[in-house]
Protein backbone atom coordinates (compact mmCIF):
# COMPACT_ATOMS: atom_id res chain seq x y z
CA UNK A 1 0.00 0.00 0.00
CA UNK A 2 1.30 3.42 -1.05
CA UNK A 3 1.61 5.87 1.48
CA UNK A 4 2.56 9.21 2.07
CA UNK A 5 2.59 11.47 4.78
CA UNK A 6 3.74 15.32 4.91
CA UNK A 7 5.69 17.12 8.07
CA UNK A 8 7.78 20.09 9.08
CA UNK A 9 4.87 22.97 8.22
CA UNK A 10 4.10 25.71 10.73
CA UNK A 11 4.34 29.15 11.39
CA UNK A 12 6.77 30.77 10.00
CA UNK A 13 7.72 34.79 9.55
CA UNK A 14 8.16 35.89 6.33
CA UNK A 15 11.57 35.90 5.32
CA UNK A 16 11.75 32.58 7.19
CA UNK A 17 12.60 29.09 5.77
CA UNK A 18 10.94 25.80 6.13
CA UNK A 19 11.85 22.26 5.11
CA UNK A 20 8.85 19.68 4.66
CA UNK A 21 9.37 16.15 4.54
CA UNK A 22 7.02 13.53 2.69
CA UNK A 23 8.24 9.99 3.75
CA UNK A 24 6.88 7.27 1.70
CA UNK A 25 6.22 3.68 1.49
CA UNK A 26 4.70 1.11 -0.53
CA UNK A 27 6.81 1.84 -3.96
CA UNK A 28 10.28 2.00 -4.80
CA UNK A 29 11.58 5.77 -5.81
CA UNK A 30 13.12 3.91 -8.78
CA UNK A 31 9.28 3.58 -10.34
CA UNK A 32 7.62 6.24 -8.91
CA UNK A 33 7.53 10.25 -9.11
CA UNK A 34 6.69 11.92 -6.19
CA UNK A 35 5.81 15.87 -6.75
CA UNK A 36 4.85 18.71 -3.87
CA UNK A 37 1.79 20.90 -4.60
CA UNK A 38 -0.20 23.57 -2.58
CA UNK A 39 -3.65 24.62 -1.39
CA UNK A 40 -3.76 28.23 -0.41
CA UNK A 41 -6.91 29.29 1.55
CA UNK A 42 -9.96 29.79 -1.41
CA UNK A 43 -7.51 29.02 -4.22
CA UNK A 44 -6.89 26.20 -6.84
CA UNK A 45 -4.30 23.30 -6.07
CA UNK A 46 -1.28 24.13 -7.62
CA UNK A 47 1.77 22.19 -8.86
CA UNK A 48 5.39 23.11 -7.34
CA UNK A 49 8.33 20.81 -7.95
CA UNK A 50 8.64 17.01 -8.34
CA UNK A 51 11.09 14.53 -8.80
CA UNK A 52 11.09 10.71 -11.26
CA UNK A 53 14.14 8.70 -11.68
CA UNK A 54 16.10 11.58 -10.13
CA UNK A 55 15.35 14.23 -12.15
CA UNK A 56 13.77 17.72 -10.68
CA UNK A 57 11.89 19.59 -12.31
CA UNK A 58 10.54 23.03 -11.18
CA UNK A 59 6.82 24.96 -12.06
CA UNK A 60 8.47 27.55 -13.17
CA UNK A 61 12.04 30.08 -12.42
CA UNK A 62 9.71 31.84 -9.68
CA UNK A 63 9.75 28.71 -8.06
CA UNK A 64 12.87 27.09 -8.40
CA UNK A 65 14.27 30.49 -6.94
CA UNK A 66 13.56 29.41 -3.74
CA UNK A 67 12.19 26.43 -3.38
CA UNK A 68 14.18 23.23 -3.89
CA UNK A 69 13.01 19.22 -4.08
CA UNK A 70 15.61 16.82 -2.92
CA UNK A 71 15.30 12.92 -2.18
CA UNK A 72 17.15 10.20 0.55
CA UNK A 73 15.90 7.03 -0.95
CA UNK A 74 17.77 5.54 1.95
CA UNK A 75 14.83 7.10 4.09
CA UNK A 76 12.40 6.88 1.07
CA UNK A 77 11.70 10.29 1.87
CA UNK A 78 11.11 13.83 -0.28
CA UNK A 79 12.38 17.21 0.99
CA UNK A 80 10.87 20.51 -0.07
CA UNK A 81 12.81 23.53 0.98
CA UNK A 82 11.34 26.73 0.97
CA UNK A 83 13.40 30.05 1.57
CA UNK A 84 12.54 33.88 1.72
CA UNK A 85 9.07 32.51 3.51
CA UNK A 86 6.03 34.77 1.86
CA UNK A 87 2.82 35.80 3.44
CA UNK A 88 1.45 34.36 0.18
CA UNK A 89 3.62 31.17 0.21
CA UNK A 90 0.88 30.34 3.31
CA UNK A 91 -1.24 27.00 2.18
CA UNK A 92 -1.90 23.61 3.04
CA UNK A 93 1.15 21.65 1.00
CA UNK A 94 0.84 18.17 -0.53
CA UNK A 95 3.30 15.46 -1.82
CA UNK A 96 1.53 13.16 -4.22
CA UNK A 97 3.12 9.91 -5.67
CA UNK A 98 2.40 8.00 -9.17
CA UNK A 99 4.13 5.99 -11.64
CA UNK A 100 7.16 7.48 -13.17
CA UNK A 101 5.15 9.99 -16.23
CA UNK A 102 6.14 10.30 -19.85
CA UNK A 103 6.98 14.28 -19.54
CA UNK A 104 8.22 14.95 -16.05
CA UNK A 105 6.41 18.13 -15.83
CA UNK A 106 2.86 15.94 -15.30
CA UNK A 107 4.17 14.86 -12.05
CA UNK A 108 3.87 18.65 -11.00
CA UNK A 109 0.61 19.48 -12.53
CA UNK A 110 -2.15 18.76 -10.70
CA UNK A 111 -4.42 18.19 -13.54
CA UNK A 112 -2.41 15.11 -14.30
CA UNK A 113 -4.28 13.16 -11.45
CA UNK A 114 -1.80 11.77 -9.69
CA UNK A 115 -2.96 8.45 -7.94
CA UNK A 116 -1.79 8.81 -4.39
CA UNK A 117 -2.06 11.62 -1.80
CA UNK A 118 -0.87 12.95 1.52
CA UNK A 119 -2.64 14.94 3.84
CA UNK A 120 -0.67 17.39 3.59
CA UNK A 121 1.14 19.88 6.29
CA UNK A 122 0.29 23.27 6.82
CA UNK A 123 2.45 26.28 6.42
CA UNK A 124 1.50 29.85 7.19
CA UNK A 125 3.71 32.52 6.89
CA UNK A 126 2.91 36.13 9.01
CA UNK A 127 4.02 38.99 7.71
Known amino acids: EVQLVESGGGLVQAGGALRLSCAAS????????IGWFRQAPGKAREGISCISKGRKYYVDSSVKGRFTISSDNAKNAVYLQINNLKPEDTAVYYCAADWNPTYISSCADPSYGMSHWGKGTLVTVSS
Open 26 to 33: GFSFDDYA
